[in-house]
Nanobody
């Protein structure tokens, strides 16, 4: 399984970005896909997750109401609105077999290389 993220960039606070993650390879067993955020100098944390089969979603409290995760058969998007400076960091797409979405910071088998988001004040 290969995951490739895109869509990162620089934006002013209050702005919006949409990140994309393309899944390729043997993705038949992938049951859940998530986006993670790693702020500078901090540990990676789960932002949102989606169940591939039925589109059920879960969000971390810091992003609930501002971010939205969506999926197609081969792609997952993270739409980010009302961006804040603390949203700055690297965003990673992750995928794994299994259907349970919580906890958000659970182990994922496959990871992308990440895409940088910088939010200026």
């Amino acid at each position: 399984v290969r995951l490739v993220e895109s869509g990162g960039g620089s934006v002013e606070a209050g702005g919006s970005l949409t990140l994309s993650c393309v899944m390729s390879g043997d993705t038949g067993d992938i049951g859940r896909v998530a986006w993670f955020h790693q702020a500078p100098g901090k540990e990676r944390e789960g932002v949102a997750a989606i169940r591939r089969r039925d589109g059920t979603t879960e969000y971390g409290d810091s992003w609930k109401g501002r971010f939205r995760i969506r999926r197609s058969n081969t792609m997952v998007w993270l739409s980010m609105d009302n961006l804040k400076h603390e949203d700055t960091g690297i965003y990673y797409c992750a995928a794994s077999p299994g259907l349970v979405l919580l906890p958000l910071n659970q182990t994922y088998n496959y990871w992308g290389q990440g895409t940088q988001v910088t939010v200026s004040t």
